[in-house]
Nanobody, 123 residues
């Protein structure tokens, strides 16, 4: 069982930056693929970024490529999402998720989810 707690959301102006953190419980954190997803009002949850476990390969949605960076610190059981050049369309609740199997963009492939943190980008 893995418990995930996100933090770092807030209100920022367009062009600004935020760094989200996701703290995980458990002693096998390094074996999990970690992903970030987001969901805007009345929209489906969408993939943002993911990072492998021990291999730490990364993958990004086209909409955030070049602006967002996912990273992890296995010693701290934490995954991060650095968000730069934020746009109003980035406004959403951001969720951290953990997958036991493989890096995926499909939320159904993730086994554990955090409660989400709100990111609001004003124009």
């Amino acid at each position: 069982q893995v418990q995930l707690v996100e933090s770092g959301g807030g209100l920022v102006q367009a062009g600004g930056s935020l760094r989200l953190s996701c703290a995980a419980s458990g002693r096998t954190f390094s074996s999990y693929v970690m992903g970030w997803f987001r969901q805007a009002p009345e929209k489906e949850r969408e993939f943002v970024a993911a990072i492998g476990g021990r291999t730490t390969g990364t993958y990004y949605a086209d909409s955030v490529k070049g602006r967002f960076t996912i990273s992890r610190d296995n010693a701290k059981n934490t995954v991060y999402l650095q968000m730069n050049s934020l746009k109003p369309e980035d406004t959403a609740v951001y969720y951290c998720a953990a997958a036991q199997r493989y890096l995926s963009t499909n939320p159904n492939d993730y086994d554990y989810w955090g409660q989400g943190t709100q990111v609001t980008v004003s124009s």
